[in-house]
């Protein structure tokens, strides 16, 4: 059952990744730029191939993917770069998010401009410039936050929740810097 699953996710990946090619083939070669657009998107996505705007299901950024914009599902691998995701993204370097995320980054590295639905960060760095959620790391960096920070340095300019940690700085605090723990309200 598990290989039949499997055969059918690689052969509709194959078949979206085809008709993409046959589209991108049947539009003038005059047109600087080629878009390649898809009925229905990819359902497993493996470094660079399909050149689809949109993966559903599970992309492998192995070693690293640019090129898809919106991910929703898994993304795994070395280094995951997308401009949406909603899922899991759990790579060995970096995760990369340029502009919305909701779900999980695990990483050395995890980043993401705006990680307003609710989201947990895991990794050595965790940034964002708007965050609601759990970040977990040895440094925790935010703009403006809500949830819980948990780490050696945890850094917001604006806070509502706790920071736990060796150094917690909320700047726009009555106290801005606390050992152990600092309370946004």
Known sequence: MKKLLALAVVATAVATSIAAEQEAAEQPAAK????????WPSV????????????????LTIPFSTRQETVTGFDLGFWGRCKD????????L??????TL????VGL???ANRADLFVIQ??????????????????????DGEGLQVGVINRAETFHGFQVGV?????????????????GF
């Open 32 to 39: 600087p730029e080629i878009q390649q657009s898809t009925i």
């Open 44 to 59: 497993i996505a493996i470094c660079e191939w399909p050149a689809s705007p949109d993966v559903v299901g599970l992309r």
């Open 85 to 92: 995701f909603e899922g899991v993204q759990a790579s060995i």
């Open 94 to 99: 970096r995760n990369d998010v340029k502009d």
């Open 102 to 105: 909701g779900g999980i980054q």
């Open 109 to 111: 590295y995890n980043t």
């Open 122 to 143: 895991a990794g050595l760095i965790n940034e964002t410039q708007s965050f609601r959620g759990v970040q977990a790391g040895l440094i925790n960096i935010t703009g």
């Open 167 to 183: 150094i917690n700085v909320i700047r726009d605090a009555e106290v801005p810097v606390l050992p152990l723990v600092n309370i």
